[in-house]
């Protein structure tokens, strides 16, 4: 029975890690992401970038929403950004997570509309 509860709880962390990122699919350079979140939650996407292309994330609800870019390899973690228009350029060829979270600030619950743009 405890053998069963394991694989079902690893099973369940799997499907919760998999559903967890979204890929971002880049029509002509860009692409919209929103969605609803609950204070302190956070929302996973993934996007790659070629070394060199600038990335632009336009936050229309950064008074409630604020947002990171991490690449394990090349680009650090860093703090999340409240900032409604931020750029930077891929140091790397590879895949971002880009991580959306919403701030215990405002409504317990929001919807976040953001813009990521690779030229």
Same mark, same amino acid.
């Given at each position: 029975? =405890?053998?069963?509860? &394991? ?9 919760? *890690?998999? *559903?967890?990122? +979204? =890929? &971002? !699919?880049? !029509? ?12 302190? @939650?956070?929302?996973?996407? *993934?996007?790659?970038? $070629?070394?060199?292309?600038?990335? $632009? &994330?336009?936050? %229309? ?7 990171? *870019? ?5 680009? +650090?973690?860093?703090?999340? +950004? ?14 971002? $997570?880009?991580?959306? =979270? @919403? ?6 619950? %929001? =919807? ?5 743009? &690779? @030229?």
């Amino acid at each position: 029975m =405890r053998f069963l509860s &394991i694989i079902l709880f690893v099973m369940v962390a799997f499907s919760a *890690v998999v *559903v967890a990122q +979204d =890929r &971002i !699919a880049l !029509a002509n350079g860009s692409a919209l992401v929103s969605g609803t979140l609950s204070n302190g @939650k956070v929302k996973h996407y *993934v996007f790659s970038a $070629t070394q060199g292309q600038t990335i $632009t &994330i336009k936050n %229309s609800t950064s008074s409630v929403f604020d947002f990171r *870019v991490y690449n394990a390899e090349f680009f +650090d973690e860093g703090d999340y +950004d409240s900032s409604p228009s931020y750029s930077f350029e891929a140091p790397e060829t590879g895949e971002y $997570t880009f991580t959306v =979270r @919403k701030k215990v600030a405002g409504p317990r619950t %929001s =919807r976040y509309s953001m813009t990521i743009s &690779i @030229k």
